[in-house]
């Protein structure tokens, strides 16, 4: 029966009780057939004895011949199946071929294939064939077009099994877990330090796991690389500090993540950086500012937070470029899955990986994507001032984003269906989402992105503490900071990110004490609908 079966669920595969190495000879001919071989070999042939009679898979042709280079060379890292399979491939055709057993028993003795072996044995390999199937080295690294056409299948398959550095069987992508790399000679740092040869050299530079993650972002974003760091702030205040030279100005925005703006008011004039503030839809500002002065950078968030105002990415890119000024937009809210800031003309891409692109409330990471030339600027700057994201939390960000297309579709979903319902309800007085014909850059948004996101604001029928009531009256969302996870969050923004400020200060911002923002998780949504409704009911 379990010969019947693995032959139904193998077909590539015959299965047999011994492995047949003989050159066609039959099972009938060989000697103390189905008896357990021995760890020694006499004459040619195996010494056996009795005793088993489990399946070995004989291994087809064109996997063994995949395996006849790579298994002598990584024999210590390989199951000893393959080995076996290795040494048929090689030796199948002699008549006085030593059995599987000598494969076994050698296979620590094998020695590893230096350079030039490994060259002349890939030469003589035999070429692709219609009949086989796509193996990581047809494919060079960030190819994906020919034959992904999904976001949620390159969020899947990106950096991993299209061309992932870390040697392993495993699907799943290793934690790599380690401070610093060594070399084996002298000559090889040498190498490396003349760049000759690649290494991380040490932790704070990178880490196999980390590249995993930052190959699926840039593939998501159709960007040249990605460098992954410890938060979103950190990506954020780096590359400000990289790109912006003392004296240097940027544009940023009124309406933006409250620790950004503290940063750019108190932290950049400090180096003698300076910035004007404009309304997220004002281009006319935009131009005023930039033939007014020398502009080295706009930074803004699309849709911004907390009121998710968008930005004309396309005009804002082009109107900077003809002055030489960078963009840089932060897309966290919008994921790259509902907006490709870089296709729009955008310079760089800035995500707080914390949020969608992790997805589980459960890990911290930032990220900014471009081309080299930027990202390269802004990494020699991240290595000298650390924040270097620790690779188990690189692990999670890979895999959540294995599920950031499942995840985005629903939080749209609900959000847009939400705001809907919301926006007709006489307890709300305002709801802010680019989902609504009545959000101010609706047509913009409709332009731009493919979906609307799962943050939704909205201002309740009350004051501060009426406003605490509706948020205590919600049983399914926590009270918490942050966003895009699977749990359902809320907030009221002027307890929470603007405690510090008075009540006039926080106007300034258009920050209302009765101001809510709700991040729909993946719960469903007549569960949410039934929620909020009665909260509303509450106050």
């Known amino acids: 029966m379990a010969v019947s079966s693995c032959a139904r669920a193998f077909p590539s595969f015959q299965c047999r009780s011994d492995p047949d190495f003989s050159g066609g000879v039959p099972r009938h001919d060989i000697p103390n057939a189905g008896a357990r071989v021995s760890n020694k070999a006499k004459s040619g042939s195996s010494v056996v004895h009795g005793g088993l009679s489990s399946l070995i898979l004989r291994f087809p042709p064109n996997f063994v011949r995949q395996l006849s280079v790579k298994a002598r060379r ?9 080995v076996v399979a290795a040494s ?25 294939l230096d350079e030039e072996e490994v060259e002349a044995a890939a030469a003589v390999e035999d070429p692709p064939s219609a009949d086989r199937n796509v193996q990581i080295e047809d494919l060079p ?22 061309g992932r550095g870390i040697v392993t069987d495993a699907i799943t992508t290793p ?11 002298t000559s090889d740092l040498i190498d490396f330090k003349e760049k000759r040869r690649a290494s991380f050299e040490y932790g704070r530079y990178g880490n196999p796991t980390t590249v995993v993650a930052e190959e699926k972002i840039s593939a998501l974003e159709g960007a040249d690389t990605t460098l992954l760091m410890a938060s979103g702030m950190c990506a954020s205040t780096v590359m400000l500090l990289a790109l912006v030279p003392a004296g240097g100005h940027i544009v940023t925005t009124t309406d933006c993540y409250r620790k950004t703006q503290i940063f750019i008011e108190t932290i950049l004039p400090k180096m003698g950086i300076t910035a004007t503030v404009i309304d997220p839809a004002d281009i006319g500002a935009l131009e005023s500012v930039l033939n007014e002065k020398k502009v080295t950078l706009f930074f803004t968030e699309s849709p911004t937070n907390p009121f998710l105002r968008c930005v004309d990415i396309e005009l804002v890119s082009k109107l900077c470029h003809e002055k030489g000024a960078l963009v840089c ?25 914390t ?31 650390g924040g270097a994201i620790n690779p188990n939390a690189a692990y999670l960000i890979i895999r959540g984003m294995k599920t950031l ?24 007085r305002c709801v802010y989402y680019p989902g609504l014909p009545s959000h101010p850059e609706h047509h913009l948004a409709k332009r731009q992105m493919t979906g609307f996101g799962g943050v939704v604001s909205f201002e309740v029928d009350g004051d501060l503490l009426t406003t605490a009531k509706f948020v205590d009256a919600l049983k399914i969302p926590y009270i918490a900071p942050s966003f895009g996870g699977c749990e359902s969050i809320v907030d009221q923004p002027a307890i929470m990110s603007y405690w510090d400020l008075s009540q006039s200060e926080r106007a300034k911002y258009g920050i209302l004490d009765n101001l809510i923002r709700f991040s729909f998780g993946v719960e469903d949504v007549e569960d949410l609908k039934a929620d909020i409704l009665q909260a509303l009911e509450s106050i």
């Open 175 to 185: 934690v790599v877990n380690t401070s610093a790399y060594f070399f084996k000679k």
């Open 329 to 353: 937009i932060d897309g966290t809210l919008a994921t790259p899955l509902n907006q490709k800031a870089l296709a729009l003309g955008a310079d760089l891409v800035l995500h707080s990986a």
């Open 74 to 82: 990584n024999c210590s890292n390989i199951g000893v199946a393959q």
């Open 88 to 112: 048929w491939s090689n030796n199948h055709g002699s008549p006085d071929f030593t059995p599987a057993v000598k494969a076994v028993d050698t296979a620590a003795a094998i020695p590893p």
């Open 405 to 428: 297309h499942l995840r985005v579709q629903q939080q749209n979903s609900t959000a847009q269906r939400i705001a809907e319902i919301l926006e007709a309800h006489p307890k709300v």
């Open 355 to 385: 949020k969608y692109l992790a997805g589980h409330n459960d890990v911290l990471g930032g990220c900014i994507s471009g081309p080299d030339k930027l990202v390269s600027t802004v990494r020699t700057l991240h290595h000298i001032l």
């Open 141 to 162: 690294g960030g190819k994906y077009s020919s034959f992904l056409s999904s976001d949620g299948s390159i969020a899947i398959h990106a950096g991993e099994r299209l």
